[in-house]
């Protein structure tokens, strides 16, 4: 299988301060495949997906290798990067609506990436994202492109964020906890959402998240992250049957002893389990 992503000798550190984040760290994504990044937090998820994206702000640094279908992201210009971004990487945040601006309606978001990246006309922006957005379950797409972010619930607009990812099919998509900041049963939804994405649409994927139960549900391999290092890495079915590294098991043992205390205060099957 080929690799979509590669990523080799990735150093990160504050240029301000000197301070490394990420000491040396190199990883693959499989073409179709999706790799989940855990660790604590502070460990150096979000850094180093923004590394990718080449989005970290100033002052962070970056050095090494990434090379999206063999293109290395680090030696393209500015402009070559805002090429990529979007269409061919996307980034799905942990709450969308710090990616919509609150003065316009969603709809206008929508067709400026559209148009941007395709240059296609108002009619096929519509109607390329109402059957996105029904095709993940929003209702009335229509009244949502005409509605402003804060008046749509975290939930929903996670949604609109996949529904325009269908619409750019990215060469990858890189999520940062995209359901941590939503109630369980539109983080069930959402969860839900990305795995008919990958079926769909068999695209790849890096997932970040906390939650161990989504983890095993989504991934086909997990990274894990301490301190800026990569203490393991390996197949989804071999990190959580045959742990290697001790924070791994640390790490597992928590999600148990979470799952068992949920299961003593609800009194049922835990959600994460499965
Ligand atoms: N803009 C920044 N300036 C300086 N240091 C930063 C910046 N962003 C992140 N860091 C540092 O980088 C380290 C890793 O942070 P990062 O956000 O990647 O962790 P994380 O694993 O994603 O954690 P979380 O799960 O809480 O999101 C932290 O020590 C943090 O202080």
Redesign the pocket.
């Known amino acids: 299988m080929t690799n979509i992503l590669e990523v080799k000798n990735l150093k990160i550190w ?1 240029s301000r301060n000197e301070r490394v ?1 990420v000491p040396n760290s190199s990883f693959h994504v499989k073409q179709g495949s999706c790799l989940a990044i855990v ?1 604590e ?8 997906c923004k590394a990718i994206m080449r989005l ?2 100033a ?2 640094r970056q050095s090494g290798d990434i090379l999206l279908r063999g293109i290395n992201l680090m030696e393209l210009s500015e402009q070559e990067m805002r090429k990529k971004r979007g269409k061919q990487l996307c980034m799905i945040l942990q709450s969308s609506m710090r990616a919509f601006d609150p003065s316009c309606v969603v709809g206008v978001h929508l067709q400026e990436t559209l148009v941007e990246h395709f240059g296609w006309s108002r009619e096929e922006i519509t109607t390329k994202m109402k059957n996105a957005m029904e095709s993940v379950r929003l209702k009335n797409p229509i009244e949502v492109m005409n509605t402003y972010p804060h008046q749509l619930s975290g939930g929903m607009l996670q949604r609109v964020m996949i529904a325009l990812t269908i619409v750019l099919e990215p060469d990858i998509i890189i999520a940062d ?1 995209p359901t941590t900041a939503l109630d369980t049963v539109s983080q069930f939804e959402v969860v839900e959402q990305f795995r008919q994405l990958r079926e769909r649409m068999g695209c790849s994927m890096i997932f ?1 998240s ?1 939650d161990l139960g989504i983890v095993k549900l989504m991934a086909d391999d997990v990274l894990v ?1 301490k301190e800026g290092e990569i203490v393991e890495n390996g197949t989804t079915q071999a990190i959580f049957s045959e742990p290697q590294h001790t924070y791994t098991r640390y790490l597992l043992s928590t999600k148990l002893a979470l799952n068992q205390h949920f299961k003593r205060i609800m009194g049922g099957v835990s959600v994460a389990e499965g």
């Open positions: 504050d984040i660790g937090s502070g460990s150096g998820k979000s850094v180093t970290n702000k002052g962070i906890e970040i906390h992250m």
